[in-house]
DNA sequence: CTTGTAGGATAGGAGTACTATCCAATGGTT
DNA sequence: AACCATTGGATAGTACTCCTATCCTACAAG
């Protein structure tokens, strides 16, 4: 497979195929000669994570660099898939900061018998909830364990899917994608059920059908 | 208050506020003469409405402008609110398209009690479901329905909060904000749980800790 | 009457993600 | 063996967003 016909299997231009070689987002091809390389699967598989983290769940292109360096240099050991997963996480929650604690996020760790470990997802999750408390928005223990309850299931069921020796490049579209669906699932529930309590509480009847400019 | 006072008042530069004027996000002030404004606490509020929808929500300034758009034609009454929220949570949620429906959506409005109209909201719900099917994301009815409840309680809260007469611009911040924190709540609470059980399914010790390039 | 700051307008800059163009080498076709 | 489209590599340019810097004039306080 060539850079057309590679081209056109993932429906990325030729020219962005270029920059995402340049951009060492993409390895080369096996060089056939000096001005010919060969494109395999893994080529493919590749554009399809970048286009899945670059368009489904938006992270930027330095962002999807670090997810692929560490894919390029993973060998699909138990460590560096340990390793990846954790990256991912980092990426797509796009923080470092320093250690938090928080009571709450230890209670539910505890609760659900999570491994009391430190990782980047744990300090997110204590910085954020800093963060909401911070910024006022009301959390009651009764909600967050709700959150903590149907996340444990997810990752579950999300690992064992992903747990049927897939590439890790599909491990990492999967688990990126599906974290994103389902914290986007979230926004779309609260936002009907604002709506909802809204239609409710204001009385209106179709109001609520949009911009109507 | 004057330009140099709203700026250090707010953190917003002048030249920002100056663009931001230009923009039409921030209503000019009084004019004092042809070459002098007065601003007040409006405006104040206005600022920090924007830069919680552009650096806590992540949203553009297009996006921005509809926002405010609305709050400069509302006058409070509940019609208007109820459009305000329908406008945030149409801008929030960045979605527009054609009407779907997915039996899982309507299920979860029958269950809860809310009103079975349609909406932006609704609608966007609808599409996710579909979206996250199309794209292999588990989701079992159970964790949907745990969703639902999670959102009505808050949606609940949250309107309580900002039912004590606020402000315009304060209940759009407010409902947009803390849309946007659950969220992200759940985006790192399914971090945390992805790490923990990857970490009881791979077997690592300390290996999440984060990139230490 | 001077002087410094406000406010307005215009242009410029930084970051991101491509896209277009050019070019020499090549390989398949004739 | 000659030809010509294509490939891959490199460079520069484009489109968009979000500011930021500069310049200018008027006015208000001293």
Redesign the pocket.
């Given at each position: 497979m060539?850079?057309?016909e590679l081209s056109k299997a993932s429906e990325v231009?030729a020219?962005?195929i270029?920059?995402y070689?340049?951009s060492g987002l993409l390895q080369?091809?096996a060089?056939?000669?000096?001005?010919?390389?060969a494109y395999g699967p893994e080529h493919l598989q590749r554009l399809r994570l970048i286009q899945g983290l670059?368009h489904v769940v938006g992270l930027?292109?330095?962002e999807i660099t670090i997810v692929v360096d560490v894919l390029d240099k993973a060998d699909g050991s138990a460590e560096q898939t340990l390793e990846l997963l954790g990256v991912i996480q980092s990426t797509v929650l796009k923080l470092q900061g320093p250690e938090v604690h928080t009571v709450e996020g230890d209670a539910v760790v505890a609760e659900l018998g999570w491994p009391d470990e430190p990782s980047e997802a744990r300090n997110a999750l204590n910085a954020h909830l800093t963060a909401m408390t911070t910024a006022g928005v009301s959390l009651d223990p009764g909600t967050l364990r709700t959150y903590a309850a149907a996340a444990d299931s997810i990752a579950g069921l999300n690992l064992d899917i992903t747990g049927s020796k897939p590439t890790l490049d599909e491990l990492a579209l999967t688990a990126a994608v599906g974290m994103h669906m389902h914290s986007q699932l979230v926004l779309k529930m609260l936002a009907l059920a604002q709506a909802s309590h809204a239609i409710r509480r204001y009385g209106g009847r179709d109001l609520l059908r949009g911009t109507e400019e």
């Open positions: 060539q850079l057309a231009s020219a962005s270029k920059f070689l340049r080369p091809g060089r056939l000669n000096p001005t010919r390389a670059r930027g292109l330095r």
